[in-house]
């Protein structure tokens, strides 16, 4: 387990919220030397602590929509085969740009998070691509409408 102390976690906190800002801001910010921010930021690239610089796209080109959906897979009689079925449903998800993020549940299930401009939309999608896979034991979908915590993480998963 890496240890963080006080002045890494602030770097990382102000770095969270606005990556642009430059080395002299973040030290003016923190009331610290240019170069101890400058040598702690390279030290946490470094460790893999900061592993790349990103963008969270803007509400216009979020979905309006957004529900996690859950995939449970029936058994085969090949067990064996399950685990292929699952990573092939994994990937055909993974492939579709409405497909914001998709997870393993347990052994026989898949959680994938949905994003559509309308309910609408989003209930054709599960219902025209996801429903029709073959030999899936139940689908159920968890409709998101508020998020108090994590908002910028669907600006961050939308594809473009």
Same mark, same amino acid.
């Given at each position: 387990?890496?240890?963080? /102390? /006080?002045? /890494? !976690? @602030?770097?990382?906190?102000?770095?969270?919220?606005? @990556?642009?800002?430059?080395?002299?801001?973040?030290?003016?910010? $923190?009331? !610290?030397?240019?170069?101890? =921010?400058?040598? !702690?930021?390279?030290?946490?690239?470094?460790?893999?602590?900061? /592993? !790349?610089?990103?963008? *969270?796209?803007?509400?216009?080109?979020? +979905?309006?929509?957004?529900?996690?959906?859950?995939?449970?897979?029936?058994?085969? =009689? =090949?067990?064996?085969?399950? &685990?292929?079925?699952?990573?092939?449903?994994? #990937?055909?998800?993974?492939?579709? +740009?409405? *497909?914001? @993020?998709?997870?393993?549940?347990?052994?026989?299930?898949?959680? @994938?998070?949905?994003?559509?401009?309308?309910?609408?939309? $989003?209930?054709?999608?599960?219902?025209?691509?996801? #429903?029709?896979? +073959?030999?899936? #034991?139940?689908? &159920?979908?968890? +409709?998101?409408?508020?998020?108090?915590?994590?908002? %910028?993480? *669907? %600006?961050?998963?939308?594809?473009?």
């Amino acid at each position: 387990m890496v240890q963080l /102390d /006080d002045l /890494d !976690r @602030a770097i990382l906190r102000i770095l969270k919220e606005d @990556a642009r800002l430059t080395i002299s801001e973040i030290a003016e910010r $923190l009331n !610290r030397p240019e170069s101890t =921010i400058h040598f !702690r930021i390279k030290k946490l690239q470094e460790k893999g602590i900061i /592993d !790349r610089y990103t963008i *969270v796209l803007g509400k216009d080109l979020q +979905p309006k929509a957004l529900a996690v959906v859950y995939i449970q897979a029936e058994t085969p =009689i =090949i067990e064996d085969f399950l &685990e292929r079925y699952i990573l092939h449903i994994m #990937k055909t998800l993974s492939l579709l +740009p409405n *497909v914001l @993020a998709v997870a393993r549940s347990g052994r026989d299930g898949v959680i @994938a998070l949905i994003g559509e401009e309308s309910q609408e939309k $989003l209930n054709r999608f599960v219902d025209e691509t996801i #429903k029709v896979l +073959p030999t899936l #034991k139940r689908v &159920e979908v968890l +409709p998101i409408t508020d998020i108090t915590k994590g908002n %910028g993480i *669907v %600006g961050f998963l939308v594809d473009v």
